[in-house]
Nanobody, 119 residues
Framework: QVQLVESGGGLVQAGGSLRLSCAAS????MGWFRQAPGNEREFVVY????????NYADSVKGRFTISRDNAKNTVYLQMNSLKPEDTAVYYC????????????????WGQGTQVTVSS
């Protein structure tokens, strides 16, 4: 059983920045998803177990950066130039077997953290 603990999030004005963290109980491929009210949970970004490969949703490319500290088994999501449409609950997720943009490939999920961007 992989444990995921998220931190960060909060309220920020449009154009501002926030950083999310997700600490895992082991080194594993991880991704971030988000869900706005009334919407499906959508893929944001993933990073492989080694950190050697990442994949971003088009909506966040150039604004969000994922990184990891393998000594701490922690993944970070730096979010810059935030827009009101980035408002959502953000979830980190862990993939044991195969990492992808698909929710079904992630076996473990964090509790979610709210990100609110005001205009």
């Amino acid at each position: 059983q992989v444990q995921l603990v998220e931190s960060g999030g909060g309220l920020v004005q449009a154009g501002g920045s926030l950083r999310l963290s997700c600490a895992a109980s082991e080194r594993i491929g991880m991704g971030w998803f988000r869900q706005a009210p009334g919407n499906e949970r959508e893929f944001v970004v993933y990073i492989t177990r080694s950190g050697g490969s990442t994949n971003y949703a088009d909506s966040v490319k150039g604004r969000f950066t994922i990184s990891r500290d393998n000594a701490k088994n922690t993944v970070y999501l730096q979010m810059n130039s935030l827009k009101p449409e980035d408002t959502a609950v953000y979830y980190c997720a862990a993939a044991l077997r195969r990492i992808s943009t698909m929710r079904a490939d992630y076996e473990y999920w964090g509790q979610g953290t709210q990100v609110t961007v005001s205009s």
